[in-house]
């Protein structure tokens, strides 16, 4: 997997319908970090951002590992929508003059953000919009034991 890439890492049924998880890769694993305030700042704005434009979708949160994103969808949808939704999200970032809830009432670290830096990455992620696909998961099958 090379970033950047959006893909289904997880499905869950719930009792009100299906739970996806999908991992939006930014950085290479064990090659590149984002620096925590931008990562945080993207945080914000996927958060406000994808909330606005889906009720399907519930949380972002940043990977632990600092090359990305999780995005947490319900409903069967597919990867074309979170990619819209994403993409959709980023235009908005780019639009932005403050990190969204960059405050002391919604955030626990409300200076460690920089808009700036956010919004470099949301062009980068742009303009490879098409790479994103690369590593979507395809269903496999399981051979049969004998």
């Known amino acids: 997997m090379t970033p950047p890439s959006i893909r289904e890492t997880h499905r869950a049924s719930?009792?009100?319908g299906t739970v996806i998880v999908w991992d939006l890769r930014i950085?290479?694993?064990n090659v590149t970090r984002l620096p925590g305030p931008v990562l945080h700042s993207i945080?914000?704005?996927l958060i406000a951002y994808l909330r606005r434009g889906s009720p399907a979708v519930i949380h972002a949160a940043?990977?632990?590992?600092?090359?990305?994103l999780y995005v947490v969808t319900t409903g069967a949808l597919t990867f074309e929508q979170v990619?819209?939704?994403?993409?959709?999200?980023?235009?908005?970032?780019l639009r932005a003059t403050a990190?969204?809830?960059?405050d002391v009432?919604?955030?626990?670290?409300?200076?460690?953000?920089?808009?700036?830096g956010?919004?470099?990455?949301?062009?980068?992620?742009?303009?490879r919009r098409t790479e994103w696909a690369q590593a979507s998961i395809t269903p496999t099958t399981t051979a049969e034991e004998p």
Not at 83 to 93: C, I, S
Not at 99 to 102: G, I, L, R, T, Y
């Open 14 to 16: 719930a009792p009100d």
């Open 27 to 29: 950085g290479q694993p």
């Open 43 to 45: 945080e914000h704005a």
């Open 62 to 68: 940043p990977m632990g590992c600092g090359t990305g």
């Open 83 to 93: 990619a819209q939704f994403v993409a959709d999200a980023l235009e908005a970032l």
């Open 99 to 102: 990190v969204p809830m960059a």
């Open 105 to 116: 009432q919604q955030c626990g670290a409300a200076e460690y953000h920089t808009l700036s």
């Open 118 to 127: 956010a919004q470099e990455v949301a062009r980068w992620l742009l303009l």
